[in-house]
């Protein structure tokens, strides 16, 4: 569960990825979840032996060294955004996490596929957060930087109405907090209510959360 901003990593799925099985019998409730002969009935302790998004996620994620720049270990989430169940897994997590906004900021590019995702689910807009060069003008505009390098994000500044909502931004991999806290300003300074941020994995080591104090940051895993 997510107390306080931070997550707890037992979060139980309602949907099942790849290679993992349910037994029905009879009412929801009675359910149970199975992995490799672990079994756990709903409404039990979900610590011990219970699928969680976190495990989804570590199984379908690809490591890549040397990714973009040598030094840097790259968290590849494409092999989970292609597995129906994996990304149905993290869709259902980021929604709940989510939930209340009346709008969601997708970071590009893959910020772009569960914010879309996320967005559906709780029927409301997507608002896509561009890197620089890639919208029309005018823009707001904030440069940033990033564990390899500086860059610039944009959103429009005609267009598109987001002063007085409340948003949350949705991003694939949170780090050194530079790409989320460049979103938040550009949201901020065309009115927006940025109520948190969710994404699939934390880098914990580089400190992405304590950058973006006081906004409330939520993750599905991390690392």
Not at 32 to 58: K, P
Not at 203 to 222: D, E, K, N, Q, Y
Request: glycine share 12%; proline share 4%; aromatic share 4%.
């Amino acid at each position: 569960m997510c107390h306080g901003g931070t997550w707890a990593g037992d979060y139980v799925l309602n949907v099942i990825p790849t290679g993992l099985s349910l037994k029905a019998r009879g009412k929801r409730r009675r359910q149970r979840w199975v992995d490799d002969g672990r079994v756990l009935a709903l409404g039990e302790s979900r610590r011990s032996s219970a699928i969680s998004v976190a495990d989804v996620v570590a199984s379908l994620t690809r490591d890549v060294a040397d990714f973009p720049v040598p030094g840097v270990e790259f968290k590849d989430l494409t092999p989970l955004f292609a597995d129906r169940r994996g990304l149905a897994a993290v869709t259902e997590a980021l929604a709940d996490r989510a939930s209340g906004a009346d709008l969601v900021a997708g970071v590009d590019a893959r910020g772009f596929l569960v914010a879309a995702a996320v967005a559906t689910r709780l029927e409301v807009g997507v608002l896509a957060v561009r890197k620089g060069g890639k919208l029309p003008r005018p823009v707001l505009s904030e440069e940033y930087y990033r564990e390899y390098g500086a860059a610039t994000l944009e959103i429009l500044a005609e267009g598109i109405e987001v002063a007085g909502r409340r948003v949350v931004i949705i991003d694939d991999v949170l780090a050194t907090g530079g790409t989320i806290g460049a979103t938040r300003r550009l949201l901020e300074r065309g009115g927006a209510n940025v109520a948190g941020a969710a994404v699939v994995v934390e880098l914990a080591g580089l400190s992405g959360r304590a950058a973006l104090a006081p906004l409330p940051v939520h993750s599905l895993s991390r690392l």
